[in-house]
């Protein structure tokens, strides 16, 4: 068997999109041969056995106007079509294009996200709205709507034309289904995973008082996570230091005892020096590979409902789950103080991981799933 997958990044140190890629990479990689196609961030370990492809969209004026009538690519530069795949996973909607192959090739679409939902938030980051014309209020008023809607059009037509559908939860898959139930046979669950030997159980720190949100500040949501840090739990709790992990570090949350790191080469040495993590979600869609990647370390955790969304967790079980402020913040303090809580949470979250979102759980799900596709494109 042999797959192709076309990505804008695969590295699994690179946020929660490289994560899932690199996850389902070598999944694949267990039964197929597989060729990686990759657009934009080429960095990153490598699966063995693995060939990799760097093919570079152009990025141009033009480009982002053309955005203008679906927000999605619709232009790319001609591929080589010889030595096709028996099959092509596409990992995001924006890279469709570059499954130019034909129909006697199938095609697995890899939903992230349910994208409709999170361009409500993450719109006015997009190139061109992010230029002098883009962000003038009577543009903004007149172009966003209709770009949401045409992007939920282009997303819902993949959704339809592709073989399979992947989302990363029951909740995603509902809310596809919610719009186009004809697609009920083909929207699959293959969860976000980690790789458990790359990230093994950490020992409690004993004494430290640092508390770990890790996200890309340039997503909304996670910037108003960040805000949420700085403006409610930060100034209630003085001797605690708060760091805020990631790409595209936020504006405006300075606080004595918040630290912006930015993005950080080694998240594990961060890791083994926090005793509690974070994730203060209000919005958003998928699931969070951030809990996982803390699950993984031992980490314990409190997080909103909406931070959870997706995952199979019990809150007092696996972590704590708190969506109003003031109860948030008593959480956070609470296991500051208790270092056995702290272990109890920490061996469940890295139980639940190993048993469910190790990467390697799901193997012979992809196997079969793939063999199907295959069979019936040739049928």
């Given at each position: 068997?042999?797959?192709?997958?076309?990505?804008?990044?695969?590295?699994?140190?690179?946020?929660?999109?490289?994560?899932?890629?690199?996850?389902?990479?070598?999944?694949?990689?267990?039964?197929?041969?597989?060729?990686?196609?990759?657009?934009?961030?080429?960095?990153?370990?490598?699966?063995?056995?693995?060939?990799?492809?760097?093919?570079?969209?152009?990025?141009?004026?033009?480009?982002?106007?053309?955005?203008?009538?679906?927000?999605?690519?619709?232009?790319?530069?001609?591929?080589?079509?010889?030595?096709?795949?028996?099959?092509?996973?596409?990992?995001?909607?924006?890279?469709?294009?570059?499954h130019?192959?034909?129909?006697?090739?199938?095609?697995?679409?890899?939903?992230?996200?349910?994208?409709?939902?999170?361009?409500?938030?993450?719109?006015?980051?997009?190139?061109?709205?992010?230029?002098?014309?883009?962000r003038?209020?009577?543009?903004?008023?007149r172009?966003?709507?209709?770009?949401?809607?045409?992007?939920?059009?282009?997303?819902?037509?993949?959704?339809?034309?592709?073989?399979?559908?992947?989302?990363?939860?029951e909740?995603?898959?509902?809310?596809?289904?919610?719009?186009?139930?004809?697609?009920?046979?083909?929207?699959?669950?293959?969860?976000?995973?980690?790789?458990?030997?790359?990230?093994?159980?950490?020992?409690?720190?004993?004494?430290?008082?640092?508390?770990?949100?890790?996200?890309?500040?340039?997503?909304?949501?996670?910037?108003?996570?960040?805000?949420?840090?700085?403006?409610?739990?930060?100034?209630?709790?003085?001797?605690?230091?708060?760091?805020?992990?990631?790409?595209?570090?936020?504006?405006?949350?300075?606080?004595?005892?918040?630290?912006?790191?930015?993005?950080?080469?080694?998240?594990?040495?961060?890791?083994?020096d926090?005793?509690v993590?974070?994730?203060?979600?209000?919005?958003?869609?998928?699931?969070?590979?951030?809990?996982?990647?803390y699950?993984?370390?031992?980490?314990?955790?409190?997080?909103?409902?909406?931070?959870?969304?997706?995952l199979?967790?019990?809150?007092?079980?696996?972590?704590?789950?708190?969506?109003?402020?003031?109860?948030?913040?008593?959480?956070?303090?609470?296991?500051?103080e208790?270092?056995?809580?702290?272990?109890?949470?920490?061996?469940?979250?890295?139980?639940?991981?190993?048993?469910?979102?190790?990467w390697?759980?799901?193997?012979?799900?992809?196997?079969?799933?793939?063999?199907?596709?295959?069979?019936?494109?040739?049928?």
């Amino acid at each position: 068997m042999h797959v192709e997958i076309i990505t804008s990044n695969a590295d699994p140190d690179h946020g929660g999109f490289g994560t899932r890629v690199h996850g389902i990479i070598s999944m694949f990689s267990e039964f197929s041969d597989v060729r990686v196609v990759l657009t934009d961030w080429f960095g990153g370990p490598r699966v063995p056995r693995v060939r990799y492809e760097l093919v570079p969209r152009r990025n141009t004026l033009r480009t982002r106007l053309q955005r203008l009538q679906s927000y999605y690519g619709v232009r790319f530069e001609e591929r080589d079509r010889r030595d096709p795949p028996d099959l092509v996973v596409v990992e995001s909607p924006d890279l469709l294009g570059l499954h130019q192959y034909g129909p006697r090739v199938p095609m697995i679409f890899d939903e992230h996200n349910i994208y409709w939902n999170l361009l409500q938030y993450d719109l006015v980051n997009s190139p061109f709205f992010r230029t002098w014309l883009g962000r003038r209020r009577a543009i903004r008023r007149r172009l966003v709507p209709r770009v949401l809607e045409r992007a939920k059009r282009f997303e819902i037509e993949a959704i339809r034309k592709s073989s399979r559908t992947l989302v990363t939860s029951e909740t995603d898959r509902e809310s596809i289904l919610a719009e186009c139930p004809d697609a009920e046979w083909k929207v699959r669950v293959l969860p976000n995973c980690v790789d458990a030997q790359r990230i093994p159980p950490l020992p409690d720190p004993a004494g430290s008082r640092h508390v770990l949100f890790v996200g890309d500040f340039g997503y909304g949501p996670n910037r108003e996570a960040a805000e949420f840090v700085s403006r409610n739990l930060a100034p209630n709790l003085p001797d605690a230091r708060f760091l805020l992990v990631g790409a595209n570090p936020p504006a405006g949350v300075d606080r004595a005892n918040v630290v912006v790191t930015g993005r950080v080469e080694d998240l594990m040495g961060i890791l083994r020096d926090s005793a509690v993590c974070i994730a203060p979600l209000a919005h958003g869609s998928g699931t969070r590979i951030k809990i996982l990647t803390y699950f993984a370390a031992a980490r314990p955790v409190v997080a909103t409902t909406k931070a959870c969304e997706g995952l199979p967790v019990v809150d007092g079980r696996h972590l704590l789950i708190r969506d109003e402020p003031g109860e948030f913040r008593a959480a956070v303090q609470g296991l500051l103080e208790n270092s056995s809580e702290r272990r109890r949470l920490g061996m469940a979250g890295r139980e639940l991981v190993e048993s469910e979102f190790d990467w390697r759980v799901h193997v012979s799900k992809l196997r079969d799933l793939a063999t199907e596709v295959i069979a019936g494109s040739r049928s």
